[in-house]
T-cell receptor, first 111, second 108 residues
Framework: NAGVTQTPKFQVLKTGQSMTLQCAQDMNHEYMSWYRQDPGMGLRLIHYSVGAGITDQGEVPNGYNVSRSTTEDFPLRLLSAAPSQTSVYFC??????????FGQGTRLTVV | QQPVQSPQAVILREGEDAVINCSSSKALYSVHWYRQKHGEAPVFLMILLKGGEQKGHDKISASFNEKKQQSSLYLTASQLSYSGTYFCGTENDYKLSFGAGTTVTVRA
């Protein structure tokens, strides 16, 4: 049982480039979400999904896109990277409104 | 909207106690508590589902006042391993939002 697998661990992008952060879970959880973590601001919710085909915006959705075509996968797309998107990103998976399992995180730097 | 956590930071000596507070402006289904060590992902401590419920994890316990939409985390007889950043998470309509975190430093 791998839990939540998040890739890549590190990424450097140039301003204006696009990329996709991958997140996959093997626990058959309905609820998945993406957070960004910046110093002093905690974990801020970007987008979340309550099941395949259903997504919704969190607190800081601008500049990010998500889709949920399967229960297992919830990729996060940066459409046109900006330096303000430099952050650590975490994917989380929750089953039955219980504890959240986090991926290992992606440290993204936009130059 | 993110829940509000206080204090932002606390420094303890081994064996001392501390309380971390979390409040929300919205009605809550549940409150979660997590601890994060530097460079790692947050790790689940406990979840509280009912008003007035208290749960415990080793010498770490928490309470949830559903009516006031507040929760508190109690660190009792702190150990060096308790150092880290603690986050409360509030869940409403399947939306799990986290506070800004409380950094706890336990010194020998």
């Amino acid at each position: 049982n791998a839990g939540v697998t998040q890739t890549p661990k590190f990424q450097v992008l140039k301003t204006g480039q696009s990329m996709t952060l991958q997140c996959a879970q093997d626990m058959n959880h309905e609820y998945m979400s993406w957070y960004r973590q910046d110093p002093g601001m905690g974990l801020r919710l970007i987008h979340y999904s309550v099941g395949a085909g259903i997504t919704d915006q969190g607190e800081v959705p601008n500049g990010y896109n998500v889709s949920r075509s399967t229960t297992e996968d919830f990729p996060l797309r940066l459409l046109s990277a900006a330096p303000s998107q430099t952050s650590v990103y975490f994917c989380a998976s929750i089953g039955g409104r219980t504890e959240a399992f986090f991926g290992q995180g992606t440290r993204l730097t936009v130059v | 909207q993110q829940p509000v956590q206080s204090p932002q930071a606390v420094i303890l000596r081994e064996g001392e106690d501390a309380v971390i507070n979390c409040s929300s402006s919205k009605a809550l289904y549940s409150v979660h508590w997590y601890r994060q060590k530097h460079g790692e992902a947050p790790v689940f401590l406990m979840i509280l589902l009912k008003g007035g419920e208290q749960k415990g994890h080793d010498k770490i316990s928490a309470s949830f006042n559903e009516k006031k939409q507040q929760s508190s985390l109690y660190l009792t007889a702190s150990q060096l391993s308790y150092s880290g950043t603690y986050f409360c998470g509030t869940e409403n309509d399947y939306k799990l939002s986290f506070g800004a975190g409380t950094t706890v430093t336990v010194r020998a």
